[in-house]
């Protein structure tokens, strides 16, 4: 048998133009573009002499391929045209998982977002003058209700959610808040404008590197402010920090550990020692919270998270925190604090480079109501909190009976969803787990299937087993998961 070469492989090959004038995609040209059609069979045409060129295809290959070289044009065209950024489900338990996304943003946030986008809006006009606004009012006033701790929601006595608990002390009356692209940037331009060209003092426990490996020296490198550690990684006493305060001291920077904990032969000052001694010395005391809650998460069965509130009413002069993870709302950082000091920030050309847009705004003032009115179920991270053990166990149970694979085994498993995001590394919330296995595929197979869904499925892999958490999923997809479980 004559061995055919490959050259004589590629010669079997049509042209761009050849393949694009076939009917069919001549149709398809008039209605998605001739340029978008033609870069698709360029892509597919590509990939044929790719195989050719590795030995992968001989003739009878080639033949199959060529005749159904209209078809794989048209999905690679699908495949370009389509969005890159896709919604998925949420399978795992992890509340604010950093990759898919952080916190869901409230339906109300997106209903304003949409309302104030579509058309014209008064971003930064003052409608009762005419004049030029700021953008700032429109959820500063949101912020200093939330945060005048009159709306505080703690618990009681014996442990019970309150709401209307009123907080030991309260808020300073004069707080400001601005609104920034992420908390890292928050932190940026607090020391950029409060410690530019002088030093800013830290506990060596607190320089904490957060996603993407972004360390806090590196972003107080590009402040240009002087880092001056101070203690040890377990173990920073408040004399540490009066030592090191000379005339060229400008912040005391307090980090909280919000994405990992040091336990065991430990100190640290209190927060009230730190603001104690910033006052007496007339150093501002800025703390980066990270995650920032607007409310007290023991009443959803966190501990050991610190609100804003706290920090505000124990005397922290200036706070950041972020909007996408225990606030539940869009990405934005805050700096909340002392009105003169935020004044400062707000006069900072910095701000303008780190300030957020319309849509953020009124997604942000959108989740804030809802705070404020208490309708805290309305916010789907808060929501996803609340959620008791029981009724996870509920649907999930539901939809096992309600799969049609023999081939599936599927299991009711105890176990834990974590919060996520870099906030409240130890807590856990007690879940039901759906353990699914099947018979002639692995663990890893099943999750590889459950990602290539319409809408994509994301599961979490454990011991062999495919584990699904629906504390991370709305009632509304339990029946898409069951389809796509199904399907395997």
Request: hydrophobic content about 40%.
């Amino acid at each position: 048998m004559k061995t055919v070469s490959k050259s004589d492989l590629y010669r079997k090959l049509p042209s761009v133009d050849e393949l694009t004038r076939s009917s069919a995609l001549a149709r398809l040209g008039e209605q998605e573009g001739q340029t978008a059609v033609a870069d698709a069979a360029r892509a597919v045409l590509a990939g044929l002499r790719a195989e050719i060129s590795a030995g992968r295809l001989d003739t009878e290959g080639v033949n199959l391929a060529l005749s159904g070289l209209q078809g794989a044009v048209e999905r690679q065209l699908r495949q370009a045209l389509s969005f890159s950024l896709r919604p998925v489900i949420n399978a795992t338990g992890v509340i604010l998982h950093t990759n898919l996304g952080r916190a869901p943003i409230a339906a109300s946030a997106l209903d304003h977002a949409r309302a104030s986008a579509e058309g014209y809006s008064n971003l930064e006009f003052d409608l009762t003058t005419g004049e030029r606004g700021q953008r700032d009012v429109h959820v500063d006033r949101l912020f200093q209700k939330l945060l005048a701790g009159k709306d505080y929601v703690g618990t009681d006595a014996l442990g019970r959610p309150g709401e209307h608990n009123s907080p030991p002390t309260s808020v300073p009356k004069d707080i400001a808040t601005i609104v920034v692209n992420n908390n890292a940037a928050a932190v940026l331009l607090a020391l950029n404008t409060l410690a530019e060209g002088g030093e800013v003092i830290v506990s060596r426990g607190e320089l904490v590197e957060i996603g993407g490996s972004f360390r806090i020296p590196d972003v107080m490198a590009k402040s240009h402010a002087t880092l001056r550690e101070v203690g040890t990684t377990n173990r920073t006493r408040l004399a540490d920090y009066e030592r090191a305060i000379n005339e060229k001291t400008r912040v005391l920077l307090r980090v909280h550990r919000s994405n990992f904990e040091i336990t065991g032969f430990t100190e640290e000052p209190s927060r009230e020692e730190l603001v104690g001694l910033a006052r007496n010395r007339s150093i501002p005391l800025v703390e980066d919270l990270g995650s920032g809650a607007l409310l007290d998460l023991r009443s959803v069965g966190v501990s050991g998270e610190a609100s804003v509130m706290d920090s505000l009413r124990s005397g922290v002069d200036v706070v950041t925190y972020s909007g996408d993870k225990l606030l539940g709302g869009p990405q934005a950082g805050m700096l909340s604090g002392r009105r003169d000091l935020i004044a400062r920030m707000r006069s900072n050309s910095l701000f303008r480079a780190l300030r957020v847009d319309k849509l953020i705004y009124a997604a942000l003032e959108a989740t804030l109501l809802a705070y404020l009115k208490r309708d805290h179920d309305r916010i789907p991270t808060l929501r996803m909190m609340r959620l008791s053990k029981r009724a996870i166990a509920d649907r999930a149970e539901a939809l096992a009976r309600g799969l049609v694979c023999s081939r599936l085994k599927v299991e009711l498993l105890d176990g834990d969803s974590v919060i996520g995001g870099g906030a409240a590394p130890s807590a856990v919330l007690p879940t039901a787990l759906l353990a699914v296995t099947c018979e002639g595929r692995s663990a890893d197979e099943l999750a590889v299937r459950l990602r290539s869904n319409d809408p994509p499925v994301i599961a979490r892999v454990e011991e062999g087993r495919l584990l699904l958490d629906l504390r991370t999923v709305p009632p509304e997809q339990d029946e898409v998961i069951a389809h796509a479980l199904s399907a395997i």
